[in-house]
């Protein structure tokens, strides 16, 4: 990983979205963990737009949210919508 995703950020995260900041597993902390990398992986290429393979794997991660968002959709409509707001997807 790059040094813009260091542990002290991920704890934040977790801290923020999750039960606690070692809760790496649940739903929320994972989409938000995807979307702060996805926002990150959309400024590189709004710079470097012919690097291929950053592009690729923000459709990768773009993918992995959107199962996500899906299965708390189906799981937990509350939670889903919580996430939604809390993070601004949905315009």
Do not use: C, P, W
Not at 58 to 83: C, F, H, P, Q, S
């Amino acid at each position: 990983m790059n040094n813009y995703l260091d542990s002290e950020k991920k704890k934040e995260i977790f801290e923020k979205h999750g039960k606690s900041n070692t809760d790496t597993g649940s739903s929320e902390s994972q989409i938000a963990l995807f979307s702060y990398r996805i926002s990150h992986l959309t400024e590189h290429l709004k710079l470097n737009k012919k690097d291929f393979s950053t592009q690729r794997a923000l459709v990768t991660l773009v993918g992995k949210r959107r199962k996500l968002l899906n299965y708390l959709k189906e799981r937990d409509i509350e939670r889903y919508r919580a996430i939604v707001k809390e993070l601004g997807l949905r315009r």
